[in-house]
């Protein structure tokens, strides 16, 4: 009996091993299958009907999913959050520009100042700020971007030729410059000797013979009709820039064609009535 105990007791444990062993290899599978899979139960049907890809629906389901699977709960985003400065939606970013100009001494004033006029203008319904809409329909919100820069080395002479008669043509400085259709955050630069901060600049005669240029005297400049270093002058500049900057009006370097002066024309015409009032409001307030 000894020895038939014994046997019967091995043949036991043998079969106890062999039924822990045959558990052992699966679930080791499986837990390993789990770490790779965060989500193993969804892939495990009880039962229940299978869910189906609704026509209206975009989201795709797995056919063999069950419909009341307990949703995955994910961290709300705010789209702001990430997002660059002044997108659409979003709380609108601090206005740098007063901060910026100020720091360029008298020049950034006399900016400023402009700057001020035609936010005026874009921020108000006039005939003005509903052209500039029609290619922006948030103008005044572009315009309030726009960074400025002084070019304290640019022309400051303007250029005369004489004809073979007795014609003269000028050339003034030129005023100001942006790039073509650059949108929001766009950079105008400034010249320091042109018409927008001076009211007049030397003569440089030029012979179409040939020959060195002389020196003549001095020339009031002007931008349109106003007279350089005034405001309403000022305030013309900068509505022209802010015309290329969203691409309503054409590209005019170096005035060749006389794009340039086509171009302040078009701005005048939707705009020199506002341009006016808002000036002889500025003066009246101030004599008050």
Same mark, same amino acid.
């Given at each position: 009996?000894?020895?038939?105990?014994?046997?019967?007791?091995?043949?036991?444990?043998?079969?106890?091993?062999?039924?822990?062993?045959?558990?052992?290899? $699966?679930?080791?599978?499986?837990?390993?299958?789990?770490?790779? =899979?965060?989500?193993?139960?969804?892939?495990?049907?009880?039962?229940?009907?299978?869910?189906?890809?609704?026509?209206?629906?975009?989201?795709?389901?797995?056919?063999?999913?069950?419909?009341?699977?307990?949703?995955?709960?994910?961290?709300?985003?705010?789209?702001?959050?990430?997002?660059?400065?002044?997108?659409?939606?979003?709380?609108? $970013? !601090?206005?740098?520009?007063?901060? =910026?100009?100020?720091?360029?001494?008298?020049?950034?004033?006399?900016?400023? !100042?402009?700057?001020?006029?035609?936010?005026?203008?874009?921020?108000?319904?006039?005939?003005?700020?509903?052209?500039?809409?029609?290619? =922006?329909?948030?103008?005044?919100?572009?315009?309030?971007?726009? =960074?400025?820069?002084?070019?304290?080395?640019?022309?400051?002479?303007?250029?005369?030729? !004489?004809?073979?008669?007795?014609?003269?043509?000028?050339?003034?400085?030129?005023?100001?410059?942006?790039?073509?259709?650059?949108?929001?955050?766009?950079?105008?630069?400034?010249? %320091?000797?042109?018409?927008?901060?001076?009211?007049?600049?030397?003569?440089?005669?030029?012979?179409?013979?040939?020959?060195? $240029?002389?020196?003549?005297?001095?020339?009031?400049?002007?931008?349109?009709?106003?007279?350089?270093?005034?405001?309403?002058?000022?305030?013309?500049?900068?509505?022209?820039?802010?015309?290329?900057?969203?691409?309503?009006?054409?590209?005019?370097?170096?005035?060749?064609?006389?794009?340039?002066?086509?171009?302040?024309?078009?701005?005048?015409?939707?705009? !020199?009535?506002?341009?006016?009032?808002?000036? %002889?409001?500025?003066?009246?307030?101030?004599?008050?």
């Amino acid at each position: 009996m000894y020895s038939a105990s014994r046997s019967f007791r091995a043949v036991v444990l043998l079969v106890v091993c062999n039924l822990y062993g045959t558990v052992a290899l $699966p679930q080791g599978v499986k837990f390993i299958h789990d770490a790779i =899979d965060p989500l193993p139960y969804a892939k495990i049907s009880f039962g229940m009907a299978a869910c189906t890809r609704d026509a209206g629906s975009a989201l795709a389901t797995t056919a063999n999913a069950p419909c009341d699977t307990t949703p995955v709960s994910l961290p709300s985003v705010n789209p702001c959050a990430a997002a660059k400065p002044g997108q659409w939606g979003c709380e609108a $970013p !601090r206005d740098l520009a007063p901060k =910026d100009l100020s720091a360029l001494g008298k020049p950034g004033k006399k900016v400023l !100042r402009a700057r001020d006029r035609v936010l005026e203008i874009l921020q108000s319904e006039n005939a003005c700020s509903q052209w500039f809409q029609q290619t =922006d329909a948030n103008a005044a919100a572009t315009f309030r971007t726009i =960074d400025y820069a002084v070019d304290r080395h640019g022309e400051e002479s303007v250029h005369v030729w !004489r004809d073979a008669g007795s014609q003269y043509t000028y050339r003034d400085p030129y005023v100001a410059r942006v790039g073509q259709a650059t949108g929001a955050y766009a950079t105008v630069t400034l010249n %320091r000797e042109g018409a927008f901060f001076q009211p007049q600049a030397p003569m440089l005669l030029v012979s179409k013979e040939g020959g060195s $240029p002389r020196n003549g005297g001095a020339r009031l400049i002007n931008i349109g009709p106003y007279p350089g270093d005034s405001l309403n002058a000022q305030t013309l500049a900068l509505l022209h820039e802010f015309g290329h900057v969203i691409n309503l009006l054409p590209l005019d370097f170096d005035n060749e064609g006389g794009k340039s002066m086509q171009n302040t024309a078009e701005v005048l015409r939707y705009c !020199r009535a506002e341009i006016d009032t808002k000036v %002889r409001r500025g003066t009246l307030q101030a004599a008050k």
